[in-house]
């Protein structure tokens, strides 16, 4: 019985209720987010000049992404707070979290998503927990942008990435990432969008080194699609566009947090194509077994750049790859871009065994 629970996962905030602000009135809540597997490349690694090679599959948070890590604990203080209702503006992934969540948790939930441009699996689970959908003529910063003066009602808690303690929830892949290769990876490779991810894991990184659970800091390494890099241009993009509709934003909330992690950990946020995304995308299902959707093959697809350009910098590194949510969000894509499809023949042991023959 003991041994069965040790094995439990108590979700984020309970594993890490001492790096977090918990008080006496926060509750501990969890479906089951964080641990997912540090898992170590057994074939990409061979043609990437880099010592060690892992993909952090966010993938298996209880909704698909990791944005549960956040999701759990803004829900945490806004039931603090007694907020009864929740809000965000979101290109899928994090009306996906807060629904999930604020259903489990009895809050309202309100999503605004752009129109035509989120995955079918994200809008399926908005639908599926029950969450009041609003779809605009318009991109993901302008959805943000109406979200923003929306919270100026304190009725509403705001839990896009704006919300610190989303910020607070995430950064403990970081300590995971740690706790598990006994120190800090060399560098981190990460997709970028909104840029709460790559802030989160930065201030991760540098409080787990205050505390001396690590030795050192990791580089970090951000990817944009080129078609949505506004932190790559400098500027705000008006009309991003990218295949990886999830990294689909044109001015991210957490600009100057992006540049500061970049900075101090003497890092780069630099742009994949689209097609690199896609290449790293087959890639990591093909050849490692991880279906990812395509933003998140976007850290793989800029490790691969890289060590085209710069091989030097990633030699003999510990490198991770935070891949940041499940193919299975946009099953359609697979079939498009995988030239494996299946074969329909007749319910026949002769004909089968003739198809397998062929193959
Ligand atoms: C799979 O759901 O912004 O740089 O509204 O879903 O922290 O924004 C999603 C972002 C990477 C980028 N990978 O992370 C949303 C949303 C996946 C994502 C990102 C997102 P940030």
Known sequence: MKQIGSLMNLGVIQNYKKYLPVNKNTPIITMGEGQTPLIKSTNIINSINCSNLYFKFEGCNPTGSFKDRGMVFAIAKALETKSKIIACASTGNTSASAAAYGARFGLKTIVIVPNGKIASGKLAQAIAYGAKIISIDGNFDQGLSIIRELSDDNNVTIVNSINPFRIEGQKTAAFEIIDELGD????????????GNITAYWKGFTE???YEKSSKLPILMGYQAEGAAPLVKGEPIEKPETIASAIRIGNPASWESAIAARNESGGLIDSVTDDEILSAYEMLASQEGIFCEPASAASLAGLIKTNLIN????????IVCVVTGSGLKEPELAEKQFNSKPINIKPELETVKEAIMNL
Do not use: H, R
């Not at 091989?311 to 510990?318: A, L, R």
């Open 184 to 195: 800090s990876p060399d560098s981190l490779f990460i997709p970028v969008g909104n840029a």
């Open 208 to 210: 787990y080194l205050k």
């Open 311 to 318: 091989p030097q910098s990633i030699k003999d590194k510990t």
